[in-house]
């Protein structure tokens, strides 16, 4: 912290944060702007950073928390395991509407023009990364892992966010490999692979008043292994506002999946009249 806090009120020259090789145990960090400089804060991984397990630690849902920065680095071949399996019990999300989530392993919001390169992200507690009202964000070259049946370990969960592009990334998770959002805008996702997971998926929209539509998504040149559904967009029934437009999935090959094109306009709530959604464009479905 004492680093993070040196580089962010440095404005003399670029700061890049270390964390060299070794095993670190870490428990809930934010890294919180706005920072000084107009270059952006470069941090290098080497090693790995354990999180702590104990869940009472966690009195917000996030480990590594990124908040109001502008211009970051992360980088390094480093990994960042969230030490899931030792806390995966605690959740009952299936059972329990009003359950407690568990900690994602990075989040960032309120953050803008970050690169993330080289990264391995393993067996977070909750989702891997969790891109909320954030801006021009690229994931490229990362790895997260996790295994088929851990609960709610997306890949990445990207909310309330424009220009975000995720590449040549290889995902293995328990649920989305990558899961798409309220008022996301100008997402690119090329060359990634699934697999285990639920797929690369729109939604769900629409389970709030208050949820925006998504404009302008495509996955192209994707490869989607043992996964229960591919390209997936699920709005829930009763839905009383938003749009889903400009999705394309294009270049998709697909191996043992279940769903491999599934368009869900009842999800979450079975019973409630869908809104009308419409298809344009439908050969390159
Ligand atoms: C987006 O962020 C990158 C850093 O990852 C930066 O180099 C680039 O200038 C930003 N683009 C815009 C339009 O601000
Ligand atoms: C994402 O990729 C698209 C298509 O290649 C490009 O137009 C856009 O500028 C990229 N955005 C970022 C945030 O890098
Ligand atoms: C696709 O991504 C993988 C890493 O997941 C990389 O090894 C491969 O070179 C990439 N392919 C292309 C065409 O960039
Ligand atoms: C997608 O793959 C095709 C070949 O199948 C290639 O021509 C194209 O450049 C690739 N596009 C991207 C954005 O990687
Ligand atoms: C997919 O499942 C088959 C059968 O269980 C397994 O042999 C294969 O390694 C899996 N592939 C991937 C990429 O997970």
Known sequence: MKTWVAACRNSNAPAKIVIPTGAFLVGPVVFQGPCKSSEPIVIEVQGTVKATTDVSDYSSPEWFSF????????????????????????????????????????????????????????????????????????????????PAESPNTDGIHISASTSVNVTNTAIATGDDCIGIVQDCHNIYITNVTCGPGHGISVGSLGKWSYDKGVS??????????????????????????????????????????????????????????????????????
């Open 216 to 285: 302008n998504i495509v996955v192209r040149n994707c490869t989607l292994v043992n996964t229960t559904n591919g390209a997936r967009i699920k709005t829930w029934g009763g839905t009383t506002s938003g749009e889903a437009t400009g999705i394309i999935y294009e270049n998709i090959v697909m191996k043992n999946v279940k769903n491999p094109i599934i368009i869900d306009q009842n999800y979450g709530r079975k019973n409630q009249v869908s809104p009308v959604i419409s298809f344009k464009n439908q050969n390159r479905v």
């Open 67 to 146: 908040e109001f920065v502008n211009g970051l680095v992360l980088t390094g071949k480093g990994t960042f395991d969230g030490q899931g399996p030792k806390v995966w019990h605690y959740n009952d999300c299936k059972t329990n509407p009003n359950c407690q989530h568990l900690a994602s392993s990075l989040r960032f919001s309120n953050v803008n023009n970050a690169y993330v390169e080289g990264i391995t992200s393993l067996n977070s507690k909750w989702f891997h990364f969790f891109i909320y009202e954030s801006k021009n964000i690229t994931l490229n070259n990362v790895k997260i892992t996790a």
